[in-house]
């Protein structure tokens, strides 16, 4: 019995539960002990310390009856422990049974809108990045990945919003906007994310880039993205830009310099001499965001407003408002500070889309092969041309084929061929029935406005004709497809019947390949998924 006491009195006073009870001590000084978190197991004790079956609290019940026995009894040495292998370690049971909230999370739940508002809720690992969350949608979603899939992160609060890059952590982006925050993350379609690689001339004016101050020199625009690359050189971005003053409504004009250093104003006309230039904020703590709704929510003089925001603040009035006079310079001044902030790791993601393994299973494309069935033995068509014309061919005999199933039996009537057409074109991702011009300038511009980013909608003003809207020059332009009937046929043109289809998908299909009297070929497509 004495041997039991003396466990008892060392697993309540000596063992680690004792050490751990401060833990608990406010919930027991309040007197809520309905809330106290009471182990299940055996007190913390070492695994070659006695075995003792008896509760802490029935321990605490023995503990006054047994300093009167004490001077009673004579002192017994401990009981070997027989079951000290199956115990479990005093560490395991810490986290286990009193600690468990300070087990570590690798998941966490996020949830992402698509452009129609429709959400999903997808547990995450907590290091997962950008790219991974947008392949897993377009897996999930079967959408193609032409490596334009984007995550954006929206503040509506403040009427802003930017592109995550694809290393970015999202759970770090999340982490920062606060508990009560009404941000959110956007999975849409940016076709011009990484253009700049492609064509740095559609985004650099050669007006606007210079080299550093020091020597004076104009870049040579061949090597324009070398140079922003390249930490040895120090490319320089100039020109005006519309600034809010701080704590009033007016906005004012001044001439902005952009280097490695940060970004800066003249408070002297156009001098770049360093007593009148005035720091405004440098990148590695602070975003770019372009302005939702310039004109209305910030009085901007033009809707081409952008901002730089730090990356740990969320409040209206740590924003560095500006605005440019056009889109061109705005995407100008987005993307050098992109390329400043990031360097060489935008142009490790857009010439290594895969290269860090993620988290869902890919199909690669090269291991898909063309295959002839149409003889008495199947063959591989390793001729690239060949397969085209037989992949076109198949394409023909799809449409034959649904035309047949549509229309009865004989020459088809005009009615019959229309709604063979309207089966056909309705089912294809570029095409958005009831899209009114004004959204389908904000869908496109939200895509990307780069030369060949296009959709077809329904025309609003003559329901019988539809409209084929296009992206060139970072400006939009609208062209009417008109139906031309022609012996009981119906035909689509954009040239008044010179050049005429027999579908809308024919249409397109055409000016991917030609330009025709479009000012530039069909390239990308707008798409818009529910999650």
């Known amino acids: 019995m004495s041997a039991m006491n003396d ?34 197991r ?10 003792s079956q008896t509760t802490p609290a029935v321990s605490t019940l023995f503990k006054g009856n047994r300093q009167i026995r004490e001077e009673k009894e004579t002192q017994v040495g401990p009981a070997p422990n ?49 790219r991974d969350i947008c392949q897993q949608f377009i897996l999930k979603n079967h959408c193609i990945d032409d490596h334009s899939w984007t995550l954006f992160e929206q503040l509506p609060h403040l009427g802003i919003e930017r592109t995550i890059e694809d290393h970015e952590l999202v759970i770090e982006v999340q982490s920062s906007w606060g508990m009560d925050s009404s941000s959110c993350l956007y999975f849409r379609k940016n076709h011009a994310k990484y253009e700049f690689f492609k064509k740095p001339l559609d985004f ?8 550093s101050s020091e020597t004076n020199g104009i870049m040579n625009q061949s090597q324009l993205i070398q140079t922003f690359l390249s930490s040895s050189s120090c490319p320089e971005i100039h020109g005006f830009l519309h600034a809010k003053e701080h704590g009033r409504k007016s906005w004012k004009k ?40 310039a004109r209305k929510v910030y009085g901007a003089p033009t809707d ?19 605005c440019a006079d056009d889109e061109q310079t705005r995407t100008c001044w987005v993307t050098a500070m992109r390329l400043f902030k990031y360097g060489v790791q935008l142009y490790q993601n857009f010439s290594q889309p895969y290269q860090k393994s993620s988290p869902m299973r890919r199909v690669s494309e090269n291991s898909l092969v063309a295959m002839d069935f ?11 041309s060949e397969a085209l014309s037989v992949a076109v061919e198949e394409g023909l005999s799809w449409r034959r084929k649904s035309y047949h199933r549509l229309s009865s039996h004989g020459s088809p009537s005009t009615t019959q061929s229309s709604m063979c057409n309207i ?85 397109v299909e055409f000016y991917q390949v030609n330009k025709g009297i479009l000012p530039c070929k069909l390239r990308h497509h707008c798409a818009r998924i529910t999650l």
């Open 204 to 211: 650099f004016p050669e007006h606007m880039v210079s080299i």
């Open 423 to 507: 089966a056909i074109h309705v089912a294809q991702p570029w095409f958005h029935s009831k899209l009114s011009r004004e959204e389908a300038q904000k869908l496109i511009g939200q895509q990307g406005l780069i030369d060949g980013v296009f959709l077809v909608r329904d025309s609003q003003s003559n329901p019988r004709t539809f409209v084929l809207s296009l992206c060139h020059t970072q400006k939009i332009k609208h062209f009417q497809i008109v139906p031309v009937e022609d012996n009981c046929e119906l035909f689509y043109s954009l040239d008044d019947g010179n050049t005429r289809f027999t579908d809308l998908l024919q249409l």
């Open 374 to 384: 149409s003889g008495h033995e199947t063959r591989v068509i390793e001729n690239p």
């Open 82 to 130: 027989p079951f000290s292998e199956l115990l479990p370690s005093p560490f395991s049971l810490v986290s286990e049974c009193l600690l468990p909230w300070t087990k570590n999370i690798t998941t966490q739940v996020i949830k992402v809108y698509s452009e129609d508002n429709t959400s999903r809720t997808v547990e995450v690992p907590t290091d997962i990045t950008a």
């Open 304 to 322: 081409y407003g952008f901002s730089v925001k730090a990356s740990k603040s969320n409040a209206a009035r740590d924003l560095k408002l500006l």
């Open 42 to 51: 055996t007190p913390l004790q070492p695994p070659n310390a006695p075995y």
């Open 254 to 293: 001044f001439y902005f310099v952009l280097r490695r250093s940060g970004l800066y104003f003249s408070n002297k006309g156009m001098s770049k001499e360093p007593r009148h230039l005035q720091f405004i904020a440098e990148f590695s703590d602070s975003d770019v965001y372009t302005l939702l709704s």
């Open 7 to 40: 466990s008892l009195d060392k697993s309540h006073t000596s063992g680690s539960l004792g050490e751990n009870a401060a833990v608990f001590r406010g919930v027991r000084d309040s007197g809520n002990l309905e809330s106290a978190f009471i182990p299940l």
